[in-house]
Each structure stands twice: as C-alpha cells, then as structure tokens.
C-alpha cells in the first residue's frame, strides 16, 4: 500500500487505513478495546469497521474493564506483541492508569532496558458535542509528565494515519489522542505506508512576526487567527506540535527565535498544561530574544459543562489566539 496518494478523508477513515496497513505489514499488530470487533459496530464511532472482518482473532471487543483489558495488552507487549487499545474516551484512562503509569511507562527502566512495551493507546476526547464534564477532558499533560512515555495527537487525517504507524512501530508505550470534531471533518489523505516518527513537530503556516503554537483544536483556531492577522499585514507562523510528549524542541525553537514571539494553545485547561512547559523551555533558552512574554492560551478553568452556550464559552476561540497575539505585538 506504500507510495499511494489517498484523496480528501476524515480522520476518521485515515484511523482505519493505518490500522489496516499496520495489521497488514505485521502480524504482531493487534486490536484490543470495548465494541472494536464488527459484530458489535466496529468500535463507538465505526474507527475500527472491518477489521475484524479482515483479521479475525486478532481483532478482539473486550469487557467494560479498563484497566483489565489494559493489563492484558501490556502482557501481549511484552511477550513480543503490538498491541493497539481503544479506550473510548479519554476520562476512561484514568481507570486503566494504573496498568498505564506503573506498568508500561515503568518496564523498560526496571527492566534495564532489556524490556519494550510496544504499546498504542488510543483515546479521543473534546467538547463541542454537549457530552458533559466527564467524556471531554484533556489530561494529555499527565502522561506527558509520566517517564517513559509518549504522548501524540494528530490535526488532520494525512498526520493522523502516519503519526499512528509510527506510534505503532515504537518500541515504547504511546498514548495517541484523537479530537472527536476533527474525526469527522475532511482533510487532505495521507501517503499510504507514510510512517511520522514520533517528536516530529510540522510547521503548518510559515510566518515572521509571532509563532503560534497548538496541537489538535489549537491548530485549527491558530490557523483561523493567523488568517485574520494576515489581512493586517501581521504575518504568523502556525507550528503544530503533533508530538507532545517528546516535544521538538528544534522546531519550535528556530521559530521563536525568528519572530521573537510567541502564543501556545491547547483545549486543555490553562493551568499547569503542557501550555506551561513550551512557554517555559521557550524562556530559558530564548530569553534575550523575546520581544515579549509568551502567551497561553487555554480552555476556562472549570468542567465542561453540558449546556451550548456555556460549552461555546469554556472552549477556547480563534478570536481569544488573535488577542494573545495582539498582546505579543503590543497592540
């Protein structure tokens, strides 16, 4: 499947295609998660529709127990296996933390580093759905700060199939998290048989005078302020991030350094993110470059609430990533 050119798609199906051509190219890859196998839809938003159709066993919906099925997938690791498991939202993580955290992160350091846990998590997460407080927090910042692993999440479908193989063929546990609006909004295709190495950070608007930094919904709303503030002559440079965990730090800081200013979005909440980690890299090694404080932008400080309007007004906007840069310019 290598070296062929897919059309527009949702990410959705670009999910699918890389799980397809992973299972394809390697026998070890296997699927693990509530509801993933056909007869039972092929997972909670159809993700994972005819795989099981296409490799059988090695397809396998699992009982509502996370942190069991988890548990089995770290075993399946390190007996040699690739092991793929869907948790279906991203607050369910924290009932298979444990499994996650003291287990998978932790074996290739107690182990000497004579044990690999060739892990993939995926989970999705986001508001904008009216799901409530507990199916749409962003806790990517605690895996990232947990040794051992990596943390990614795509914008787009053509990033998301090759940032998915290469979460696969790690050789160390990767949490991949995927924006519930971004799977089902078209996008450019990937290459298929692309792989993107994780920490590999991609700069989706070239710009000079103030570097926007975001990842998933980020990358959107900073690309929407960016097309703002080019019609007032103020020209932004959209770096998305695609790795959180490890970051690139090249990437993002030869930008920085060109424009000397910078914003970093994220739907997570403000405080203590991984908004607060770019910021402070970004000052301690490019402090006498900066014509102004980075800015954060983030989502507001409390649980997503369920009603509309006060979802509209919790989430981050383009308008809120303008302002930030403003303030970079001092205008």
């Given at each position: 499947m290598s070296d062929v050119k897919e059309e527009k798609m949702t990410m959705q199906?670009?999910?699918?295609?890389?799980?397809?051509d992973a299972m394809a190219d390697d026998d070890n890859v296997i699927l693990l998660g509530e509801d993933v196998a056909d007869p039972e839809g092929g997972g909670v938003v159809g993700t994972t529709t005819g795989l099981s159709a296409a490799y059988g066993d090695r397809v396998r919906?699992?009982?509502?127990?996370?942190?069991g099925f988890m548990g089995a997938a770290v075993g399946a690791a390190v007996a040699g296996m690739r092991p793929v498991v869907e948790i279906m939202l991203m607050n369910f993580m924290t009932v298979a933390s444990d499994q996650?955290?003291?287990?998978?992160?932790?074996?290739?350091?107690?182990?000497?580093?004579?044990?690999h846990v060739p892990l993939t998590i995926r989970t999705m997460s986001g508001a904008g759905a009216q799901t409530g407080g507990q199916h749409t927090d962003w806790t990517e910042a605690w895996y990232a700060h947990t040794a051992g692993m990596h943390v990614v999440m795509p914008s787009n479908p053509a990033d998301a199939y090759g940032l998915l193989r290469g979460c696969i063929e790690n050789d160390d546990p990767c949490l991949f998290l995927e924006l519930i609006p971004a799977l089902f909004t078209p996008g450019p295709g990937p290459v298929r048989g692309t792989v993107i190495p994780v920490g590999k950070a991609r700069v989706a608007r070239e710009g000079s005078d103030v570097t926007l930094i975001g990842y998933g919904r980020g990358v959107w709303d900073s690309l929407a302020a960016a097309e703002k503030l080019a019609g007032e002559g103020v020209n932004a440079e959209v770096i998305d991030l695609?790795?959180?965990?490890?970051l690139d730090d090249e990437t993002?800081?030869?930008?920085?350094?060109?424009?000397?200013?910078?914003?970093?979005?994220?739907?997570?909440l403000r405080s203590f993110g991984v908004g607060a980690e770019v910021s402070s890299r970004i000052h301690e090694e490019?402090?006498?470059?900066?014509?102004?404080?980075?800015?954060?932008v983030g989502s507001a400080e409390c649980?997503?609430?369920f009603a509309r309007h006060l979802e509209t007004?919790?989430?981050?906007?383009?308008?809120e990533v303008e302002a930030a840069a403003r303030k970079t310019l001092g205008q």
């Amino acid at each position: 499947m290598s070296d062929v050119k897919e059309e527009k798609m949702t990410m959705q199906k670009a999910i699918n295609l890389a799980l397809l051509d992973a299972m394809a190219d390697d026998d070890n890859v296997i699927l693990l998660g509530e509801d993933v196998a056909d007869p039972e839809g092929g997972g909670v938003v159809g993700t994972t529709t005819g795989l099981s159709a296409a490799y059988g066993d090695r397809v396998r919906s699992t009982p509502i127990s996370e942190q069991g099925f988890m548990g089995a997938a770290v075993g399946a690791a390190v007996a040699g296996m690739r092991p793929v498991v869907e948790i279906m939202l991203m607050n369910f993580m924290t009932v298979a933390s444990d499994q996650v955290v003291n287990h998978a992160a932790k074996l290739r350091f107690m182990s000497g580093g004579q044990t690999h846990v060739p892990l993939t998590i995926r989970t999705m997460s986001g508001a904008g759905a009216q799901t409530g407080g507990q199916h749409t927090d962003w806790t990517e910042a605690w895996y990232a700060h947990t040794a051992g692993m990596h943390v990614v999440m795509p914008s787009n479908p053509a990033d998301a199939y090759g940032l998915l193989r290469g979460c696969i063929e790690n050789d160390d546990p990767c949490l991949f998290l995927e924006l519930i609006p971004a799977l089902f909004t078209p996008g450019p295709g990937p290459v298929r048989g692309t792989v993107i190495p994780v920490g590999k950070a991609r700069v989706a608007r070239e710009g000079s005078d103030v570097t926007l930094i975001g990842y998933g919904r980020g990358v959107w709303d900073s690309l929407a302020a960016a097309e703002k503030l080019a019609g007032e002559g103020v020209n932004a440079e959209v770096i998305d991030l695609r790795s959180i965990s490890p970051l690139d730090d090249e990437t993002i800081l030869s930008s920085v350094a060109r424009t000397g200013r910078a914003v970093v979005v994220h739907e997570a909440l403000r405080s203590f993110g991984v908004g607060a980690e770019v910021s402070s890299r970004i000052h301690e090694e490019l402090f006498s470059d900066l014509k102004a404080p980075v800015q954060r932008v983030g989502s507001a400080e409390c649980p997503t609430p369920f009603a509309r309007h006060l979802e509209t007004a919790f989430l981050h906007s383009p308008e809120e990533v303008e302002a930030a840069a403003r303030k970079t310019l001092g205008q």
